[in-house]
């Protein structure tokens, strides 16, 4: 349906801000929910954020309210993930992934309402 890749990983400082990318490629991403996931070996994958097609509305996991911020630019085919307050917690690979929808408004944030997943991106936050 549609193909993602994330970009903008890598080593970041604690304290430190780092923005992550998803481009979308295929259908068009404007009917696409869009979400962020992330986990850590051996650990389930963990809601982070996700924003509605439409851009207008968004959620966040516990452990990220107020630290990380979920954007879109349907126009670039991106979506982005804004994370501040970087903490050696937030270290483990970032997926992103978008849900075809009709639901203009609507957040989606567990793992099994995705079918298009990205490759992944590393991110470390030394202690």
């Known amino acids: 349906q549609v193909q993602l890749v994330e970009s903008g990983g890598g080593l970041v400082q604690a304290g430190g801000s780092l923005r992550l990318s998803c481009a979308a490629s295929g259908r068009t991403f404007s009917t696409f929910a869009k979400g962020w996931f992330r986990q850590a070996p051996g650990k389930e994958r963990e809601f982070v954020a996700a924003?509605?097609?439409?851009?207008?509305?968004?959620s966040y996991g516990d452990s990220v309210k107020g630290r990380f911020t979920v954007s879109s630019d349907n126009a670039k085919n991106t979506v982005y993930l804004e994370r501040n307050s970087l903490k050696p917690e937030d270290t483990t690979v970032y997926y992103c992934?978008?849900?075809?929808?009709?639901?203009?408004?609507?957040?989606?944030?567990?793992?099994?309402?995705?079918?298009?997943w990205g490759q992944g991106t590393q991110v470390t936050v030394p202690s």
């Open positions: 992934a978008a849900k075809l929808t009709p639901a203009y408004a609507r957040t989606y944030k567990r793992t099994f309402e995705y079918d298009n």
């Open positions: 924003i509605s097609r439409g851009g207008s509305y968004t």
